[in-house]
C-alpha cells in the first residue's frame, strides 16, 4: 500500500515563499502523473497542480505563475515550490496520483498571515 507523506508547511507572511514535499513510498512513481490539491477549512479539495510522467506541468489559474510543481523520480518525492502567497493560499495541501486516488496523506498546513 503507497503511503503519502507531506511535508514543508508552515505560517509565512503574504508574499513570502515555502517548498512542500510529498514523498510517496512502495510504488512505481515514475509512471504517475502526481498532483497538488488543497483544502481550505469549510470547503472542497481543490486541485492546485499537476505534473506528468514526462514532466509536463498544469496549474490551477489562481496558483498560475507564483506556483511550480516538479518531481524527482529518484527520490519518489513531488514538490510544490509557493512564491508571493497570499492569505487565500492558506489551506492544508495534499499530493496523490492521478485517478483513482491512492490513499490520501496527511497533508501539511500552510497558513498565510500577517
Known amino acids: 500500500q503507497v503511503q503519502l507523506v507531506e511535508s514543508g508547511g508552515g505560517l509565512v507572511q503574504p508574499g513570502e515563499s515555502l517548498r512542500l514535499s510529498c514523498v510517496a513510498s512502495g510504488s512505481i512513481f515514475r509512471t504517475y502523473g502526481m498532483r497538488w490539491y488543497r483544502q481550505a477549512p469549510g470547503k472542497q479539495r481543490d486541485f492546485v497542480a499537476r505534473?506528468?510522467?514526462?514532466?509536463?506541468?498544469n496549474y490551477a489559474d489562481s496558483v498560475k505563475g507564483r506556483f511550480t510543481i516538479s518531481r524527482d523520480n529518484a527520490k519518489n518525492t513531488v514538490y510544490l515550490q509557493m512564491n508571493s502567497l497570499k492569505p487565500e493560499d492558506t489551506a492544508v495541501y495534499y499530493c496523490n496520483k492521478d485517478q483513482p486516488f491512492w490513499n490520501w496523506g496527511l497533508g501539511t498546513q500552510v497558513t498565510v498571515s500577517s
Open positions: 505534473i506528468g510522467s514526462g514532466g509536463a506541468t
